[in-house]
């Protein structure tokens, strides 16, 4: 079947004076979040987000997908990578999934 990503990044962002290492934390988290979409989800359509505001990096993943009840998200989910991922850069994350209703991922970053 057809499989549609839309990635979107607002406002433009100089990425160079962004560091290196919060550069290559969030294309993993953004890599990780499109592969447990593809692996899990049974989507069709996943949406990605990418807002700097003021200080912050908002980064929203959703699909379309079976979802799954996140009062039991399994560790197998890949949801441990991205929840290290964001720990390690002091940020945040929220996911929100409900079997049959897609799944939600926010995240938010400081780029101190």
């Known amino acids: 079947g057809k499989y549609i990503i839309n990635f979107s ?3 433009k962002i100089d990425w160079n004076k962004i560091k290196i290492d919060i550069q290559q934390q969030m ?3 953004v890599k990780e979040g499109i ?3 593809i ?3 049974e ?3 996943t949406e990605i987000q990418i807002v700097l505001d003021k200080n ?3 980064i929203s993943v959703e699909d379309n997908g079976k979802g799954f009840d996140s009062e039991k998200i399994q560790k197998g ?3 441990t ?3 290290s991922r964001v720990e390690a850069l002091k940020g945040k994350i929220q996911v929100n999934s409900a079997v049959n209703s897609g799944t939600s991922i926010n995240i938010e970053i400081p780029v101190s």
């Open 43 to 45: 989507a069709t359509n």
């Open 35 to 37: 592969a447990n979409t």
């Open 77 to 79: 989910l890949g949801i």
């Open 81 to 83: 990578n991205l929840v």
């Open 39 to 41: 692996k899990h989800a």
């Open 9 to 11: 990044v607002f406002p």
């Open 27 to 29: 294309y993993l988290i």
């Open 56 to 58: 912050i990096f908002r």
